[in-house]
Nanobody, 122 residues
């Protein structure tokens, strides 16, 4: 079992930056790929970014490529999402996920966090 707790969300102006963190419990953190997803009001949850268990491979949605960076620190059981050049359309609840990936990208989610709100004002 892995428990995930996100933090770092908030209100920011367009063009600003935020860094989300996701702290994981459990000694199996380093065996999972980690991902970030988001869900805006009235929309389905969508993939944002993912990182392999080793950190050697990263994957991004086209909408965030070049603006967001995912990273992980297995010694701290933490995954990060650095978000730069934020846009109003990035407004959503952001969820951390532990799951599986391969060279093709994210393949499935085993555990979800509770989510953190990110609001970007224009």
């Amino acid at each position: 079992q892995v428990q995930l707790v996100e933090s770092g969300g908030g209100l920011v102006q367009a063009g600003g930056s935020l860094r989300l963190s996701c702290a994981a419990s459990g000694r199996t953190f380093s065996s999972y790929a980690m991902g970030w997803f988001r869900q805006a009001p009235g929309k389905e949850r969508e993939f944002v970014a993912a990182i392999s268990w080793s950190g050697g491979n990263t994957y991004y949605a086209d909408s965030v490529k070049g603006r967001f960076t995912i990273s992980r620190d297995n010694a701290k059981n933490t995954v990060y999402l650095q978000m730069n050049s934020l846009k109003p359309e990035d407004t959503a609840v952001y969820y951390c996920a532990a799951g599986y990936s391969d060279y093709g990208g994210w393949r499935g989610t085993a555990f979800w966090g509770q989510g953190t709100q990110v609001t970007v004002s224009s």
